[in-house]
Nanobody, 118 residues
């Protein structure tokens, strides 16, 4: 069983949009802070967005703020990343991460690739 499975990546032209999904299973989703990371070719992994366990608080990297939106549906055990106005520099493999602060437990997805190119 894979705890986190990302989907929704693909090839999109600059200015386009994609919606990534991360489906969680095998743990109590509502106890976990959820995050999206990305890793571009030749670069270190970068934190993109964070959402609290309740979904009431979010945070974004400066490079994506006002373009990306993180959200979660605790009834579906799923976190989303809506990406608008995509730029070539957004090209990366996007990873979903779950953290339970009380225990330090982390889960990682396998990643979904996003390519922004004309």
């Amino acid at each position: 069983q894979v705890p986190l499975v990302e989907s929704g990546g693909g090839l999109v032209q600059p200015g386009g949009s994609l919606r990534l999904s991360c489906a969680a299973s095998g743990f109590t989703f509502i106890y976990y802070v959820m995050r999206w990371y990305r890793q571009a070719p030749g670069k270190e992994r970068e934190l993109v967005a964070t959402i609290s366990s309740t979904g009431r608080s979010t945070n974004y990297a400066d490079s994506v703020k006002d373009r990306f939106t993180i959200s979660r549906d605790n009834g579906k055990n799923t976190v989303y990343l809506q990406m608008n106005s995509l730029k070539p520099e957004d090209t990366a493999v996007y990873y979903c991460n779950a953290e339970r602060g009380t225990t330090g437990t982390h889960y990682w997805g396998q990643g979904t690739p996003v390519t922004v190119s004309s």
